[in-house]
Nanobody, 124 residues
C-alpha cells in the first residue's frame, strides 16, 4: 500500500510562496488521483486542489484559484502544490491524499490514503 509523506511546509509572510511536496513510497502513485487538503483547529478538513492520475484534469478550491498550482511527476512518485500570494487565512495543516476516484470524487472526500500533514503558517 502507498505511504505518503508531505514536506515543504513552514512559516512565511503574507504575499510569500511555498512549495509543498508529497512523496509516495511502497507503491506507485500513478494509478491514483491525488490531492491536497487542509485543516485548522476546530474546523473540518477541506479540499484545496486535486489532480487526475495523468495530470490532465485539476480542480481547485475557489479561494486558491490563481494562487495555487497542483502538479505531479509520476516518474518521481511525487505530487506538488506551489502556493503563491499566500494569505494568513491559508494557515493550516496541509495533507496529501490519494483516491481511486476522479478529481471531483476526491474533492468530495473519497480518499484512499492520507499523509501525516505539514504545517503552513502565514504571518500578516
Amino acid at each position: 500500500q502507498v505511504i505518503l509523506e508531505e514536506s515543504g511546509g513552514g512559516m512565511v509572510q503574507a504575499g510569500g510562496s511555498l512549495k509543498l511536496s508529497c512523496a509516495g513510497s511502497g507503491e506507485t502513485i500513478s494509478v491514483y488521483s491525488m490531492g491536497w487538503f487542509r485543516q485548522t483547529p476546530g474546523k473540518e478538513r477541506e479540499f484545496v486542489a486535486t489532480i487526475s492520475w495523468n495530470g490532465g484534469d485539476t480542480k481547485y478550491l475557489d479561494s486558491v484559484k490563481g494562487r495555487f498550482t497542483i502538479s505531479r511527476d509520476n516518474a518521481k512518485n511525487t505530487m506538488y502544490l506551489q502556493m503563491s500570494s499566500l494569505k494568513p487565512e491559508d494557515t493550516a495543516l496541509y495533507f496529501c491524499a490519494t483516491s481511486l476516484g476522479g478529481v471531483s470524487a476526491l474533492a468530495g472526500g473519497y480518499v484512499h490514503r492520507w499523509g501525516q500533514g505539514t504545517q503552513v503558517t502565514v504571518s500578516s
